[in-house]
C-alpha cells in the first residue's frame, strides 16, 4: 500500500522561503512521477511541479517557475519543493502525488493514483 507524507508547511511572509517533503513508501517509485499540486480555498486544484521519474525531466507550473523547484531523492523515496520568493496567491494546501510514468498527463490530477493528506502553506503580506 503507498503511504504518502507531507510535512514543512507553515506560515511565512511575502518574498519568505519554505520546504516541502513528501516521504513515500509502499513500492519503488523509480518508475513513477511524482508530484506536487496545491489546492487554494475556493479553486481547484492545481498543478504545481512534477519529476517525470528517476533521471527523468522536470516541469514547473508557469506560475512557480523561477521561484520553486522540485527535488527527488531516488534512494530515500522523497520528492522536496524548495519554494522560495513567495506570494500571497501561493497560499493553500500543498499535495504530493505518484503515478505510473507512462500513464496521461503529467499536469492532470486524476492521472495519479495515490495523494498524500497535504500540507498548509500561508503566505501573508
Do not use: H
Not at 513515500?24 to 486544484?45: D, H, I, L, N, V
Not at 534512494?75 to 520568493?85: E, G, I, P, R, W
Not at 506570494?87 to 495515490?114: F, H, N
Request: charge should be positive; charged fraction near 20%.
Amino acid at each position: 500500500q503507498v503511504q504518502l507524507v507531507e510535512s514543512g508547511g507553515g506560515l511565512v511572509q511575502t518574498g519568505g522561503s519554505l520546504r516541502l517533503s513528501c516521504a513515500a513508501s509502499g513500492r519503488t517509485f523509480s518508475t513513477y512521477t511524482m508530484a506536487w499540486f496545491r489546492q487554494a480555498p475556493g479553486k481547484e486544484r492545481e498543478f504545481v511541479a512534477a519529476n517525470t521519474r528517476s533521471g527523468g525531466s522536470t516541469y514547473y507550473a508557469d506560475s512557480v517557475k523561477g521561484r520553486f523547484t522540485i527535488f527527488r531523492d531516488n534512494a530515500k523515496n522523497t520528492v522536496d519543493l524548495q519554494m522560495n520568493s513567495l506570494k500571497s496567491e501561493d497560499t493553500a494546501v500543498y499535495y504530493c502525488a505518484v503515478k505510473p510514468y507512462l500513464r496521461g498527463s503529467y499536469r492532470q490530477g486524476t492521472m495519479y493514483d495515490d495523494w498524500g493528506q497535504g500540507t498548509q502553506v500561508t503566505v501573508s503580506s
